[in-house]
Nanobody, 122 residues
């Protein structure tokens, strides 16, 4: 059974950076496509970016292009989300999810982590 755990969230000032980690246990993560989603209270969870098993990435939010980068380290069974030039509107709980295709839709993913809070504020 694949289990995912996110870490790396926290409080950061506008313009700052954070790197989120999504570490898998139970199964080799390299076979899976991994998506990052985010959610703010009262709003639906939205897809941010996905990385394929072959390292290709798809961005679902224009607002993060050029600022966020997804990468994976199969040797560490982990996927990362490097977030630079953070803005207050990036504040959300960030989740990683896994399945066998990339998608920006929540219902397309079977496995989810518990989420990590990112707060961008001065």
């Amino acid at each position: 059974q694949l289990q995912l755990a996110e870490s790396g969230g926290g409080l950061v000032q506008p313009g700052g950076s954070l790197r989120l980690s999504c570490v898998a246990s139970g199964v080799t993560l390299g076979y899976y496509y991994i998506g990052w989603f985010r959610q703010v209270p009262g709003k639906e969870r939205e897809g941010v970016v996905c990385v394929s098993s072959g390292d290709g990435s798809i961005y679902y939010l224009d607002s993060v292009k050029g600022r966020f980068t997804i990468s994976r380290d199969n040797a560490k069974n982990a996927v990362y989300l490097q977030m630079n030039s953070l803005k207050p509107e990036d504040t959300a709980v960030y989740y990683c999810a896994a399945d066998f295709r990339c998608s920006g839709y929540v219902e397309e993913y079977t496995y989810w982590g518990q989420g990590t809070q990112v707060t961008v504020s001065s």
